[in-house]
């Protein structure tokens, strides 16, 4: 497998530093499963009472721990969470359901909770059956150990070919308490060799009940994991979840249009934006962190849309990897979205340089304008549409021979 | 633009050898526009009655060319198509348009014809205005040395950033008549900086009525050149004609479903997807040819669209570049697709070998057993996503550090 990857250049100068959260303890376990000389497994216990709410990949081949997670989330109550790093239990058919089972009965017996409210989550390998033996034996002494401070080793434990832990905290007040927002997140694309993913957890001791949580869940995943992208490959086991403790004492907010929760989800959205674009500093190869803003477009998710198919562009990604402020490209990638656009009001602005306006280049745009921006380590592209109000911002990185050789040079 | 490229591994041995076809005209000038020291103007004259069919970019920035094919086709009839190569004549917004009239215009005139039986297609740069003096100012010199035996200069003349020039040509029998149907095209993706698009255009001597010439292309053009992908982006110029000329003296066909069409249908697709191939084949950075086949899907439009997944997946493109049987990139795109695909009943085979059956590896599969067959340039993947009777085939090259190279490493 070659080297471990150096720590990306866009990597955060620190990591964040999160606090203890009442309602959820963490304990780290080395396995050994696939990796060496790390902890490889996540246990996060919560208090009775913990709402839980999810979202998980689209993708028609999901992974086994996914299509659990989907059935129990309608419980909408969590009692604890299991995470492995190096094998995804993705297309192993009846072997993976087993596994989930077994994992989930041992925790349970554990814990002294019930199945249903165990969640569950692995990435790694797709394809390779799961043996829960060293998971299952790690238990009672990972049950011991639980510790209120261990987010770092959580953040570890979690990572596949990731080159840094992600992390993510904020704070807000409901009804005058302080609660607190934890998040932890891996991923870079969907990674190295075989391996698949982005999972995100995220932590509050606020009182939220499930419906409400999974709302507010829903919509800051849109604009934060959903709005961001590092290859186009949607894998088998995408997962984002939401614990919320109630152990701050705040009130529970129990209806999603209640006023003191949007100090609150500012936050979570804060925390949620934070961790996503940890994930994009992560991407394979990665040099330039993209922002690619649209405008104008029919409707938010028209915007989206136009966004992610300039994002996932190659020939986009590639000339931004070499700092060329291609416009041609972008023009090529709003016209293959199949979404609405004016082609005669299309204007384009990069490093917020006007290089394009009503549909053709800008008379007044000079190319050597815009080189400062490209040689930086942060691009900023606007497009606006020309045809309404629709508006969204999405995140990337650019393509380089680093992604190549992390996919193509070392065999799995 | 660093040197010129060399000539792609997979390019054909040999090029075809296209016959002398009745009816079509051509005649090949240097402008000098963008190239230097090769012909980059190509002009194709048809004998009156010459039937039309087209199939064009989907892009919502298609070009100005483009717009005027799609508005001329309804009229069924075509005098000449000119093309030239290097400037694209796209996102130029009036002038664009502009330069689309003064060309008919002047092309109409000078062969006596009407504007509208006037087709064009450009390619090259997108944004930059299209100077029409240097193209009208050869028409007469074109005019006067139109030939019946340039088909290796006329598949030279619209090269852009290609590598070797693509023709096709077969024979069938219309009522006992021999017919022949030439064909040339361009493109290896939305190829190196600034530069875009796939044309083809093919021409036969049968006499074949517009609608049904239309109804035949179409078909066609879904198997072949929609069946394939080099980088997944759509330009804003892509453009396929089709001529008939009708100079064979086989009777004319007015009906799509004449049975005396049957072995022409097959030699025209023959045609289309050779040529399709070939632009796969100049793929940028390409080292390896693959065919993907879906089978088992809910309908063949649906394994269509699983296939073209499979073949735009970044991670597929470069397991293959890195000669890896990663069959776990293959279920991870097969899922993202968002078709119908039976998990549990899913199955692979790479080279023939079965890597995977019923929704898990095959017991059976040894890695070893596949290198051979990826260590070749030819790479063969097959698909049965077990729900229905839905099948397609696709085909694809894969992604190196060649692609990255060609489209960040030169600057436009």
Known sequence: MGDAPKRSPLAPKR?????????????????????????DLLLAAFDKGTSVAGVLTRSKASSAPVDWCRDKLAGGRACALMVNAGNANAFTGKAGRRAVNETAAALAKTLGCRQRDIFLASTGVIGEPLDTQPMVSRMADMAQRLSPSAWPDAARAIMTTDTFPKLATATAKIAGKTVTINGIAKGSGMIAPDMATMLGFVFTDAAIAPDVLQALLTSS??????????????STSDTVLAFATGAAGAPEINQ???????????????????????VVRDGEGATKFIAIEIAGAEDDAAARRIGLTIANSPLVKTAIAGQDANWGRVVMAVGKSGEAADRDRLSIRIGGISVAKKGAIDPDYEEKTVVPHMK????????????????????TCDLTHGYISINADYRS
Chains 1, 2 share one sequence.
């Open 15 to 39: 990591l964040a530093v999160l606090p203890a959260l009442g309602g959820v303890a963490l304990s780290v376990a080395e396995t050994g499963m696939k990796y060496r000389g790390r902890p």
């Open 221 to 234: 995943v849109e604009r934060s994991f959903n709005a961001t992208t590092v290859d186009g490959d949607t």
């Open 256 to 278: 999603a249009n209640d006023p003191r929760l949007r100090a609150f989800t500012k936050a979570f959205d804060r925390v949620c934006l934070d961790l996503a674009h940890q």
């Open 376 to 395: 930086g380590d942060e691009i900023d592209i606007h497009v606006h549409v020309g045809v309404g109000r629709g508006r969204a911002t999405v995140w």
